[in-house]
């Protein structure tokens, strides 16, 4: 037989492409040869001389090999039992003398002995569990059968005649060595039993037998005549099963076996044998060494056939019946094919349909083993390959593979012929035998995934099929040994496979697509959603797959991938169609789609892209989804926007100002306004457009009509608060055990009803029981609710931030603005908005007898002859203090003209009886001003006199969520604000009565009654009805607000008592100004010196400091004991914020003499030009910012500061570190003695210090003017 390269798969083609009915004819034929010689070679056709039983050669053979050697003749050894004491002599002698021969200090002649004692030497004394095994024995006879078992072994590396002579040589030599290894004193005890066990093994005591038939020599019945094969089938054994096998009837059989009786002879047999002998010794039988993978297989192999052939050979080693001419041959030419059909026939007759295993009967494990060591094929991995072959051929033929029942067949091969552990390893067999079991394991990988291949074809059903039995299995074959994982590799066997899975699952797709496309209609009742249903329901088939089989068959081979990969495209290939269709029917019907159903249907198809990414990230989508469905997105926009201003205005007239629950002060128009901008801006996000600068400027785009929305909504709710506080008188009234109650009893006060007399002050201090309290105001529930809804909204919009994530919507806009067709925003449609913060007049006044008015100031809008809002009115006031703020529109290419009108009114409450008291006007041209949001401040000349201070701000409209954000927090923020200090204002004429100089002459003047502690509660008297004002209407407003804005309304009424009180100590240096100041202050020091008591106009007398110490403690009493109340009101930390830490300076420095003063004005000039530095220093910083107040505080106020959470929390911090600079402590400070000086009457000096801050600010504001011409920055008017 060949053996090059070319023929290594010769054997497999040998088993299964020979002509079938030749073959069945021959395996017919030599079978029935072997059962012929099995009954020639029966026991009862041999004789056995009488006398002591004879083993039989055969079977000591097997024995042999087998590693079984049993002594025979045990019974003229006995039972002897050596003492433990004897048998450790004997072994530690033998030890010694073996290792003598291992280092060759001792030399043995015959290389076959010298062997076998070193391998027993290593088995068993080298061997630490061997050795301990050794030692355990209990008697002579187990030394003797160990030995023979390593003899057995080493015997089988050589080739020798006899085996059976040369392994009792071999055991004979070894007891020899016994004998002579046995110490003297035990001598008479061990060696006539080893002698005797020396004589059993001696050649000469199995002699050759005569006779032409063995006997079984295992029987103790002496047979003293000679029986002859009768030849007929009833005599012969294992006929019956042939018959079956074969189904032949009784009479062919024997014919055939009458025929070849006339051929068969047992020594041409026997010369086959001798034949095949030669060639397996002279390495020329059917394989050679380089058919294995090591010599030592090889020789293993080797010696197997050659003792099979021996052991036949013996067997058969009598006189032949008579001669035969031509004698027909035993052994078949294409022996493999033989046996491989034979084991076909085999199986297909022992197996039963519904087993779960293949079961043997004796009479088939017969045929098999007798026809395999008959025709020299019974080593093991010949015979289990060629078992294994004809197993797959014959049983694994279905459809769909039982894997189940295979690993059980092939674990049945395995314990069958495979025994050890070494023929079970692959890497011992030769190419022949590895080749066919390999080849058998990629035929049954084949019929696996041909299995595979049915089962996808029910990849849609209901129940989706389950592939992981089949692909273990696939997997269990290819890695059980490294040929089969080769042998899969070398022939593309996964890569073939899977391209036909492939075609499989897309075939199956195929099917399941067009039941689909099916359920589409055909006429006008096709609709937009049976597009998205599609979608939708292929998405979730792709979920379903991917969940049951998340991992990849092999070759990735991903079901759920190739399973998206076919249906989307052959989804998007239709899609345009369908949707030409839908919009065809659409306008037969005269309908549209609406935008939401066009939406839902693109995001049905975005989540199909989405999978398509995901399977093929390094391709593009194949269509242009947004293209496709943008007017959808455009229309749904465009809806939203108008349903904004509806949803406002429709919720102010259903609005019945009333708070949602117990638990939310808030009513229900402000959720309706931000549910709706809630879920326009989510309907966008949900829809996951892939264009996300398109998202970010619709959604900006709903962020600027809500931020109009929001404007109109808290202009309207401004409104209604202002007609519910419309001003009143406040009259004060007066509880005495003698009054009436407070409903009615109401003592009016002087005829002008806003001053004190000696006589009441003094009447009401006195009586201790007697307490001035004035009626509260009856806040309306409207007027709290909206409060509520001011404050709710504040949160709400913080929410909204965080939804909509502004910064990074604005990031994509400000990427879109490098690309030339993607503009955010039309410069011709550009707004700036001006912020006018109305501050205080100077010098504006009514004509009154007592010099001070009740003044409002009205701004109106020149170009659009409309009034843009007007001021609260401050009562008796000199040069009032509105802090108020208006927001003005105007486009890009505009100015605005203001005029600004100031009114007196007559009579508070009578809001028409006004006169004229001054107007003035201004023009706003925005080229003039930076749009960075910072305050620009502008004195108003106003005729026919006086000034109007007021700052301006500049900020330009951005197509920008930030922008819009922000625009809404501050819009909602400032009409809070506003109705804060309306709320407040309701406290300030009490306030202002209360906290006097009239009050503070006479609590002095009362004092000078009473002693110590008497006296102090006086001051502290003065102030009860105070108490009592603010505590009735602070209950009032504590039922209808929540805690936290209470105390905001606590902090302005707290803020509005220290502006009354900072007025009544010390006059502003503003008033420096003022014509009669500024004519004093250039007066002689003499001439000034000549006044005792120097006046100021607006402020009258400066204060004694027992006036600032009674006015302090009235201030501590009001934080301390009634605010705070022991942590019921608010912290102390906030009440005593930076203006009340300021206004501490006054006492602190009100008693130092003027030299003193001066000279701390002196020393703290210098901190204070190093605050103006640092003030300049930093960017947008203007001369007005640092009279007025610090950047943070300037920032927080404009649109971009009120962005983002993030940024007012950030401004906030920044605030919070400018107010506890210490330059900026320094430099209040140093205005609060300016003002000591200035109450003190130090007119000049004032002025001189004010003046050269004039010089200073101008000096620097040139420098940073240069500084921005030359960076190119716009300048501040």
Request: aromatic share 10%.
């Amino acid at each position: 037989m060949s053996r090059n390269s070319s023929n290594q798969y010769s054997i497999y083609s040998e088993v299964n492409s020979a002509d079938d009915e030749s073959i069945l004819k021959e395996t017919y034929h030599y079978t029935l040869i072997v059962i012929l010689l099995e009954y020639m070679a029966e026991p009862r056709f041999h004789v056995n001389s009488t006398g002591a039983p004879q083993p039989l050669r055969d079977e000591m053979n097997q024995k042999s090999r087998s590693g079984e050697f049993l002594l025979r003749e045990q019974s003229s050894i006995g039972s002897y039992q050596n003492s433990s004491s004897a048998k450790d002599y004997l072994l530690v002698a033998l030890t010694e003398r073996l290792s003598l021969i291992t280092r060759n200090q001792i030399k043995v002649t015959d290389p076959n002995f010298k062997r076998c004692l070193l391998k027993f030497y290593n088995d068993y004394f080298l061997d630490p569990n061997m050795k301990i095994k050794l030692k355990q024995t209990s008697n002579i006879e187990d030394i003797v059968a160990y030995f023979s078992q390593s003899a057995n072994k080493e015997l089988n590396k050589v080739l020798v005649d006899n085996f059976s002579l040369e392994l009792y040589r071999q055991v004979a030599s070894f007891l020899e060595l016994l004998i002579n290894c046995t110490p003297e004193k035990y001598m008479a005890d061990f060696k006539p039993k080893l002698e005797a066990m020396k004589s059993t093994f001696e050649p000469n005591r199995y002699r050759p037998l005569t006779k032409r038939y063995s006997l079984d020599m295992n029987s103790n019945v002496p047979i003293t005549a000679q029986r002859q094969p009768s030849w007929n089938l009833d005599d012969i054994s294992h006929i019956g099963y042939f018959m079956k096998l074969f189904a032949m009837d009784k009479m062919k059989i024997q014919y055939d076996v009458n025929d070849i009786l006339k051929h068969l002879s047992l020594s041409s047999y026997k010369n086959e044998l001798l034949e095949l002998r030669v060639k397996v010794k002279n390495s020329s039988f059917s394989l050679s060494v380089s058919d294995f993978p090591t010599e030592r297989e090889y020789r293993n192999w080797q010696n197997y056939i050659f003792g099979e052939t021996t052991q036949l050979i013996d067997k058969f080693s009598s006189e032949q019946i008579s001669n035969i001419n031509a004698p027909t041959p035993c052994i078949p030419s294409n022996r493999k094919a033989i046996i491989s059909k034979l084991f076909e026939l085999i199986i297909q007759s022992e197996y039963k349909n519904d087993e779960k295993v293949l079961t043997l009967s004796k009479e088939s494990t017969f045929f098999i083993f007798k026809c395999a060591k008959y025709w020299l094929s019974d080593f093991p991995s010949t015979i289990a390959s060629l078992f294994f072959a004809a197993m797959n051929k014959v049983l694994f033929t279905n459809d769909m593979l039982n894997v189940e029942f295979v690993e059980k067949s092939i674990m049945m091969v395995s314990n069958l012929f495979l025994r050890s552990r070494e023929t079970k390893e692959l890497t011992t067999w030769n190419n022949y035998d590895r080749i066919l079991w390999v080849k058998t394991l990629r035929v049954i990988c084949s019929k696996t995934f041909k299995s595979i291949s049915i089962l996808l074809s029910k990849l849609f059903d209901p129940n989706l099929p389950s592939f992981s039995p089949y692909l273990s299995f696939y997997f269990t074959i290819k890695y059980t040994d490294r040929y089969t994982e080769d042998y899969l590799k070398s022939t593309s066997f996964e890569k073939k496979w899977a391209e036909s899975l492939r075609n499989n699952i897309n075939r199956a797709c195929q099917t399941y697509y067009q039941s689909l496309v099916s359920t589409l209609p055909r006429d006008e009742t096709l609709e937009i959603q049976h597009i998205q249903d599609i979608a939708e329901k292929i998405y979730k088939m792709i979920e379903k797959l991917q969940k049951k089989y998340p991992k990849p068959m092999f070759e990735d081979v991903n079901i759920a991938f190739v399973v998206a990969d076919f249906l989307i495209n052959a989804f998007l290939v239709d899609l345009e169609t369908m949707l030409r269709f839908v919009k065809h029917y659409h306008k037969i019907a005269s309908k549209s789609i609406a935008p939401v159903d066009g939406l839902e249907c693109y995001k049905a198809i975005v989540d199909l892209r989405e999978i398509y990414v995901q399977i093929k990230p390094n391709e593009l989508f194949p269509i242009n989804l947004e293209s496709m469905f943008g007017q959808y997105l455009q229309a749904l926009n465009d809806d939203i926007k108008k349903r904004i201003m509806h949803v406002v205005k429709s919720s102010i007239k259903a609005e019945k100002w009333v708070r949602m629950n117990d638990a939310t002060y808030y009513s229900t128009s402000i959720v309706d306004i931000f549910r709706l901008v809630n879920e326009a801006v989510q309907i966008f996000t949900k829809f996951d457009w892939e264009d996300q600068y398109e998202i970010a400027y619709l959604t900006t785009n709903i962020l600027s009509e809500f931020t109009e929305g929001l404007k109109y909504y808290c202009s309207k709710l401004q409104n209604l608060a202002e007609n519910d506080l419309q001003m009143d008188v406040i009259n004060l009234i007066t509880v005495t055990p003698e009054s009436t109650p407070l409903s009615s009893g109401i003592e009016k006060l002087d005829k002008k009803g806003k001053t004190w007399s000696f006589h009441q002050m003094k009447r009401a201090l006195k009586s201790k029981p007697s307490i001035m309290v004035p009626a509260p105001y009856e806040y309306t529930v409207r007027t709290c609710v909206i409060l509520n809804n001011l404050d709710a909204m504040l949160g709400m919009i913080t929410r909204l931030d965080e939804l909509v994530k502004p910064q990074e919507l604005s990031k994509y806009l400000s990427e879109a603005k490098a690309k030339p067709n993607r503009s955010t925003e039309n410069s011709n449609n550009i707004n700036h908005i001006f912020t006018i913060r109305v501050l205080n007049t100077m010098e504006v006044h009514a004509d009154t007898n007592d010099g001070f008015s009740n003044l409002r100031v009205t701004l109106n809008d020149s170009n659009r002859k409309s009034e843009l809002g007007s001021t609260r009115i401050i009562e008796d006031s000199l040069n009032p203090i509105w802090d108020e703020e208006f927001e003005l529109r105007i486009s890009n290419k505009e100015k605005a003209y203001i005029d600004f009108l100031v009114w007196h009114h007559s009579d508070a409450k009578n809001t028409k009886m006004v006169e004229l008291c001054a107007k003035g006007h201004v023009v706003l041209d925005p080229k003039r001003f930076s749009d960075n949001g910072l305050p620009s401040e502008m004195s108003i000349a106003m005729s026919p006199k006086g000034h109007l201070n007021i700052h301006v701000t500049l900020e330009t409209e951005k197509m920008d969520p930030l922008f819009c954000i922000g625009n809404a927090y501050r819009t909602a923020l400032r009409s809070k604000e506003k109705l804060l200090n309306m709320i407040v204002t309701k406290f300030s004429t009490v306030v202002a009565h209360i906290i006097s100089k009239n009050t503070l002459k006479f609590v002095k003047a009362e004092k000078k009654n009473y002693v110590g502690k008497d006296a102090e509660e006086v001051v502290y008297d003065a102030i009860v009805p105070l108490f009592d004002y603010l505590n009735s209407n602070l209950s009032i407003l504590a039922s209808e607000l929540p805690k936290e804005l209470l105390f905001e309304v606590i902090l302005k009424a707290w803020d509005v008592i220290l502006l009354r009180a900072d007025s009544m100590l010390l006059p502003s240096l503003s008033s420096i100004s003022s014509s009669g100041l500024v004519n004093s202050a250039r007066k002689s020091i003499w001439r000034n010196s000549i006044s005792s008591n120097p006046t100021i106009s607006g402020f009258g007398k400066p204060l004694t400091e027992e006036d600032i110490s009674i006015v302090f403690k009235w201030l501590d009493a009001l934080c301390i004991d009634f605010f705070h109340n022991e942590g019921a009101g608010p912290s102390i930390e906030n009440l005593k914020n930076v203006k009340y830490t300021n206004m501490l300076n006054i006492p602190k420095f009100y008693g130092t003499s003027v030299p003193e003063l001066k000279k701390l004005i002196l020393q703290l000039e210098k901190s204070y030009d190093q605050y103006l530095d640092h003030i300049y220093n930093q960017d947008h910083a203007t001369i007005q910012l640092i009279r007025t107040q610090t950047m943070g505080v300037s920032r927080h106020a404009t649109i971009m500061g009120s962005s983002t959470k993030a940024t007012r929390e950030q401004l906030k911090d920044i605030i919070k570190e400018e107010e506890h600079d210490p330059l900026k402590i320094s430099a209040d400070k140093m205005d609060v003695i300016l003002r000591i000086l200035l109450a003190k009457g130090e007119f000049h000096f004032v002025y001189k210090n004010l003046e050269r801050r004039k010089k200073l600010l101008k000096k620097m504001e040139n420098k940073r003017m240069a500084r921005n011409a030359a960076m190119g920055k716009k300048a501040i008017q």
